[in-house]
C-alpha cells in the first residue's frame, strides 16, 4: 500500500478520481442553476434545501472543499514534479505537432479555473457561510418578508458586466480544461473499455456544461 | 539543397554545452537524416574540427539507437519512423534545422547528441522478463492457448525499441509509454502472468526512482513514437499497477 501512495501512477490515480468527483458535482451544479432559468420559487427552494441540509452542509461540502483543494494542490505538486523531470529545456520545442493545446496546458486553465473559483466563494460561498454561522440566521428569508433571498442575491451578483465577463472567461478555460480532463480521467484510472464513447461523452460534457453557465450568467445580466 | 543546422555540442557529461551553427552545401534530397550528419562530420574532421557525436546502429529502423530531436520533434517531422529513416526530402533549400539531444533528468547528455538511456535497462532489469525453465525441457510453446488478440497485443508492445522518443516528447519526460509496453508485452500472456504483480511494481518503482515525469495523457509519445505503441498500453499498466498494490496490501 506504500508503494500505491508514493507512486507516479497513485498520483495520477488520484488527481483523476478527484477530477471524477468535481465533474459530478458540477452536473449537480448546473442543474441547481439552471432552475433559476425557469422558476425562481424553484430556484429558491432547491438552494434553500442545499443550504440548510445537515448531510449537504456538513458531509458533502467539506468533502466537496477537500476534493477541490486536493486537485488544485496536487496538480501544482506534479506540474512541479514534471518541470524538474526535464531541467534543461529543448531551444525549440514543437508540443502543438503532437498534442493538443488543451493537454499541453492544464495547469493554465486550472489556475484561470483557480481565479474564478476564488471570486465565485467569495460572491456566494463566504456570504452564505456569514449570514448562516457568523449571524446565525438560517431561514433564507429576506429580513421582514416571507420569500426566501437565493434568486434575488444571485440574480444581482450579474448586474454588473465585469463579473460577467470573468464568468464567461473562467467557464471557457473550463471548457478546455475539460475536453481533456474528461476522457484523461478515465485513461488515467485504466479504463479504455468504450473508449469512443468516451471521448465523445467528455467532448459534449466539456462544451455543453460550461456553455450553460455562460447561459445562465447572460441571461441573469439581460434581464435586469 | 544547402542548409543551415545549429546542433547542441557538449564536450562531456560535466561540460556545459551550446548551440553552435554549421552550414552544409549540396545535401540531397535522398539521403537520409544521419548521412547528411556524415556529410557534416566529413567536412569538420577535414578541417580538423571534432566531429558531432550523435548516436546509430543499425541505420533501419529496429535498434532504437539514433535519437535527434529534430526542430522541436523526437525524430523529427515524419511519423512512424526513427531518425535513420527521415530522408531530406523532408527538408527544404535553405531551411535552418535545430538539432538536440534527448532532454530529460533521466537522460544525461554523454557527449554532443548522445544521452545515456541506461535508465531504461535498469527499469527493464527491475521485471521486464519471465523466469523459464531454459534448462532442455521446456514446453512447448504450442501447448498454451493463446487468444489471436491478445497475441496481436502482445506483440504490438513487445515491438517498442527503446529508443527513448516517448520521453523526449512528452512535456513532462514521463517514461510511461515506454514502461507500460514493457509491462503488456509479458502482462497480455499467460507466461507472463505468473509474475505480473512483482513485475509492475518493480518496473514502475524503478521507473519512478529513475526521476521521470509524470504521465498527463498528452498523447504526444503515441504520436511521435516510431513504433505506434499505443496508449493503451499506459492504461493496461495503470490497472495491473492498482491490482498489484491492492492484492499486495
Redesign the interface.
Known amino acids: 500500500m506504500s508503494g500505491l501512495i508514493k507512486s507516479s501512477i497513485a498520483r495520477k490515480v488520484a488527481m483523476a478520481l478527484s477530477a471524477l468527483f468535481l465533474i459530478i458535482f458540477l452536473l449537480l451544479h448546473f442543474s441547481v442553476n439552471f432552475i433559476s432559468i425557469f422558476s425562481e420559487d424553484a430556484f429558491n427552494e432547491a438552494s434553500h434545501f442545499m443550504g440548510t441540509n445537515p448531510l449537504v452542509q456538513f458531509l458533502m461540502q467539506p468533502i466537496l472543499i477537500l476534493g477541490v483543494v486536493f486537485h488544485f494542490v496536487m496538480g501544482f505538486v506534479l506540474e512541479a514534479k514534471n518541470k524538474a523531470s526535464r531541467p534543461v529545456k529543448y531551444s525549440k520545442y514543437n508540443g502543438g505537432a503532437s498534442a493538443s493545446w488543451m493537454s499541453r496546458n492544464m495547469l493554465v486553465s486550472g489556475a484561470v479555473i483557480l481565479a474564478f473559483l476564488g471570486l465565485h466563494f467569495y460572491d456566494f460561498w463566504v456570504h452564505e457561510m456569514t449570514v448562516k454561522y457568523v449571524e446565525g440566521d438560517m431561514s433564507g428569508v429576506i429580513p421582514g418578508t416571507e420569500h426566501l433571498r437565493y434568486y434575488e442575491e444571485m440574480h444581482a451578483k450579474f448586474a454588473d458586466l465585469w463579473r460577467v465577463i470573468f464568468y464567461c472567461v473562467g467557464f471557457a478555460l473550463l471548457s478546455l480544461h475539460l475536453l481533456h480532463g474528461f476522457q484523461s480521467a478515465f485513461q488515467s484510472i485504466g479504463v479504455r473499455k468504450f473508449r469512443n464513447a468516451i471521448v465523445k461523452l467528455g467532448n459534449i460534457y466539456a462544451i455543453v456544461i460550461p456553455l450553460g453557465f455562460i447561459f445562465i450568467a447572460l441571461f441573469h445580466f439581460i434581464t435586469q | 539543397m544547402n542548409l543551415t543546422l545549429?546542433i547542441?555540442r557538449q564536450k562531456d557529461s560535466k561540460a556545459k554545452g551550446q548551440?553552435v551553427e554549421y552550414k552544409v552545401t549540396d545535401i540531397s534530397e535522398h539521403m537520409s537524416f544521419l548521412e547528411m550528419m556524415d556529410v557534416l562530420n566529413e567536412g569538420l574532421v577535414a578541417k580538423g574540427e571534432e566531429p558531432v557525436a550523435f548516436d546509430h546502429d543499425c541505420r533501419e529502423g529496429i535498434c532504437g539507437m539514433c535519437s535527434l530531436?529534430i526542430?522541436?520533434?523526437a525524430h523529427g517531422?515524419d511519423r512512424g519512423i526513427t531518425t535513420c529513416q527521415l530522408h531530406m526530402r523532408m527538408f527544404n533549400d535553405g531551411d535552418t534545422i535545430?538539432i538536440?539531444p534527448w532532454?530529460?533528468?533521466?537522460f544525461p547528455v554523454i557527449k554532443d547528441l548522445i544521452v545515456d538511456r541506461t535508465a531504461f535497462e535498469r527499469i527493464q532489469q527491475a521485471g521486464g522478463y519471465i523466469s523459464i525453465n531454459t534448462s532442455g525441457n521446456t514446453q512447448d510453446a504450442n501447448a498454451i492457448p493463446i487468444s489471436k488478440e491478445a497475441a496481436d497485443k502482445a506483440m504490438d508492445a513487445a515491438t517498442c525499441i527503446g529508443c527513448g522518443a516517448c520521453v523526449a516528447?512528452c512535456?513532462?519526460?514521463?517514461a510511461?509509454l515506454f514502461t507500460s509496453a514493457k509491462v503488456s508485452q509479458f502482462a497480455l500472456l499467460p507466461q507472463g502472468r505468473v509474475e505480473a504483480t512483482e513485475r509492475v511494481?518493480n518496473m514502475?518503482?524503478q521507473?519512478?526512482l529513475e526521476?521521470?515525469?509524470?504521465?498527463?495523457?498528452?498523447?504526444?509519445c503515441e504520436?511521435?513514437c516510431p513504433k505506434g505503441i499505443s496508449?493503451?498500453n499506459?492504461?493496461?499498466?495503470?490497472?495491473e499497477?492498482?491490482a498489484a498494490?491492492?492484492a499486495?496490501?
Open positions: 545549429k547542441w548551440m530531436q526542430n522541436g520533434e517531422p535545430v538536440e532532454r530529460a533528468a533521466a516528447a512535456k513532462n519526460a514521463s510511461m511494481m514502475v518503482k521507473m519512478d526521476g521521470f515525469g509524470n504521465c498527463t495523457n498528452t498523447g504526444a504520436i511521435e496508449l493503451e499506459i492504461a493496461r499498466m495503470n490497472r499497477y492498482l498494490s491492492l499486495k496490501s
